[in-house]
């Protein structure tokens, strides 16, 4: 990663809020650009910071514009990895409430299917008693 890479400040505007986690469409719109300028800024920024992936520029943007060096000591280290777990483990749980949500929307679904077609046996056993 290069620490002193110049954006400019379009640039800059894009790479925050790539860093912060916006997709591209959401740069885009809160912009006013369209999503191909997005992503040739975000072509130009990977090249001038020599980053690869999101998250390797989002390190990058962090560590330059809060001042943290990108040498790491063991203790820093240890540290950015126990702020890593944390943040993982949030992301595992948002993903484990979103499963959790989505089975019991399911298992809902099916309690309302089976009601309905007993109301419907229900009914033709009526109307078979009429005749």
């Not at 309690?111 to 009914?123: A, H, K, P």
Request: net charge positive; with cysteine.
């Amino acid at each position: 990663m290069n620490a002193g890479a110049k954006l400019t400040r379009r640039e800059t505007q894009v790479g925050r809020l790539i860093a912060w986690g916006a997709c591209k469409k959401t740069v885009a719109d809160r912009l006013f650009i369209s999503v191909h300028t997005v992503e040739n800024h975000v072509r130009n920024i990977f090249e001038k910071t020599e980053c690869r992936s999101v998250n390797e520029f989002s390190a990058w943007y962090f560590c330059t514009h809060f001042g943290i060096s990108m040498e790491l000591s063991p203790l820093k280290n240890i540290v950015a990895v126990c702020l890593l777990i944390i943040y993982m483990s949030g992301d595992i749980m948002q993903s484990t409430d979103a499963f959790t949500r989505n089975r019991s929307r399911r298992s809902t679904n099916v309690t309302e299917r089976l009601r309905s077609r007993n109301r419907r046996d229900e009914l033709d056993l009526n109307f078979s008693d009429v005749s």
